[in-house]
């Protein structure tokens, strides 16, 4: 499977509450992003997190990094409408370079 | 800063047609992506310039599509000739470079390719 997976693959929840979503990669990395894409739309830089931190927020996102277990999360509180979109974890695999490597993505849908 | 900008935002294209896609990354940034985004494959990194020089184009399909930087300020993915299964929509994308920090990167709007 690819570097960056997303879990789940579509998340439907109700206005108010929490949403939360997995990234699994597989090599080392020197930093993870989420990205944000509404429908029609490209992505959108929403934070990103090196690997030496382990939990980062940023207004109602917050991330989490276990680099034992290569794997992320994102956690969006008091979920709106608005917040319905896509949302990607990206690796740089470690690499020196500007590459990233970009998860199939979770699908959030916010019902008012 | 206008951002990323992409033209065209739609395209339709019969097949065997040429189609070129443009792209003017934000200025000061020294790397650009061009990706394709498909619901089938998601999204896939297509080729990466650094200082206008091509990095690593190893997700370019097939020597009909081809990528060009001739400048800091302009890019063009051409695929000639198109054909169906190569609808999708195209992002190009661009940041500061360096690695670290500096590689969050800044996408366009998109082209959405539809080859008949």
């Known amino acids: 499977s690819q570097q960056g997976e997303e879990d789940p693959q579509a998340l439907s929840i109700q206005e108010g509450e929490n949403a939360t979503m997995n990234c699994s990669y597989k090599?080392?990395?020197?930093?993870l992003q989420w990205y944000r894409q509404n429908s029609g739309r490209g992505l959108v830089h929403l934070i990103l997190?090196?690997?030496?931190?382990r939990e980062k927020h940023s207004g109602r996102l917050r991330v989490t990094l276990d680099t034992s277990k290569k794997s992320s999360s994102l956690l969006i509180t008091a979920s709106r409408a608005a917040d319905t979109a896509s949302y990607f974890c990206?690796?740089?695999?470690?690499?020196?370079?500007?590459?990233?490597?970009f998860g199939g993505g979770t699908r959030l849908m916010v019902k008012p | 800063d206008a951002g990323v900008i992409q033209s065209p935002r739609h395209e339709v294209t019969e097949m065997g047609q040429e189609v070129t896609l443009r792209c003017k990354p934000i200025s000061g940034h020294n790397s650009l992506f061009w990706y394709r985004q498909t619901m089938m494959r998601g999204l896939e990194l297509l080729i990466y310039f650094n200082n206008n020089v091509p990095i690593d184009d190893s997700g370019m399909p097939e020597d009909r599509f081809s990528a060009k930087m001739p400048n800091a300020s302009f890019s063009t993915l051409k695929i000639q000739p198109s054909e169906p299964r190569d609808s999708a929509v195209y992002f190009c994308a661009s940041s500061l470079g360096s690695g670290g920090v500096y590689n969050e990167q800044f996408f366009g709007p998109g082209t959405r390719l539809t080859v008949l």
């Open positions: 090599t080392s990395i020197n930093n």
């Open positions: 997190i090196r690997s030496n931190e």
């Open positions: 990206a690796t740089d695999e470690g690499n020196a370079g500007n590459m990233l490597t």
